[in-house]
């Protein structure tokens, strides 16, 4: 609950997170390689579209840092606010989230680019999401996420079919430890508004999958 006497703390908690979630990894990443990112394949600021167009190696580093981004956001909030975690940790992890999403530094970047017209960019926060759920989530749930979604992707080489997968059944293990006492209601509002951004930011690739579009890991990006 925002009060008087935490208001300050909670709004640095929502710049710190936002900033943090913005920091455009994928376009970092593809910059060595003097490529743009949002220029190639999806045009995403995500590690699939960096893996189809740099390799899985570099796929996997953008995953892994967009991941630490979600764990940093949260880190610094429980320290802004001590003593108030779950208030810090749900609000942080949503609004780092909602940074790498629509991010600051990649709109800044693309509406230069586009002469000033804004041009909103960012992600779709699934490796951000996953960074924050490390935080709270047990070892053998973070296990279960990655083997069924790892499994998915070796089996049908979709990337988005996993990764929404995996957050199902993270997102269903956790309610089923509240229902049990086993985990705090508190984090139910969490898990609520960051599976909607996620789902909400992949709304077009489930789409694809659905009509049976959606382009499998391996197929290379091409510059658009």
Not at 85 to 105: D, E, K, P, R, Y
Not at 142 to 153: D, I, K, S
Not at 160 to 175: D, E, M, P, Q, T
């Amino acid at each position: 609950m925002v009060t008087e006497n935490n208001f300050l703390p909670i709004l640095m908690i929502v710049i710190v997170s936002y900033l943090v979630g913005s920091i455009p990894t994928a376009y970092l990443i593809g910059r060595l390689r003097n490529i743009n990112i949002f220029e190639v394949g999806s045009g995403n600021m995500g590690g699939t579209n960096v893996a189809r167009a740099f390799g899985i190696g570099w796929g996997i580093a953008t995953i892994v840092f967009d991941s630490l981004k979600g764990a940093l956001a949260v880190a610094l909030a429980v320290v802004i606010l001590p003593g108030s975690f779950w208030t810090a940790f749900t609000i942080s992890a949503v609004v780092v989230i909602v940074g790498h999403n629509w991010s600051l530094f990649a709109t800044l970047i693309n509406t230069a680019a586009n002469h000033g017209r804004l041009t909103i960019r960012g992600g779709k926060g699934g490796a951000t999401y996953f960074g924050t759920l490390c935080v709270i989530t047990p070892a053998i749930i973070l296990f279960a996420m990655l083997a069924l979604g790892g499994l998915l992707v070796l089996l049908t080489r979709f990337v988005s079919l996993g990764v929404l997968s995996a957050f199902v059944v993270a997102a269903v293990a956790l309610i089923v430890m509240v229902a049990q006492g086993m985990m705090p209601q508190a984090i139910l509002p969490y898990l609520v508004a960051a599976n909607a951004l996620v789902f909400w930011r992949f709304r077009e690739n489930i789409q694809r999958l659905l009509e049976g579009r959606e382009r499998r890991l391996g197929e290379r990006a091409q510059a658009s």
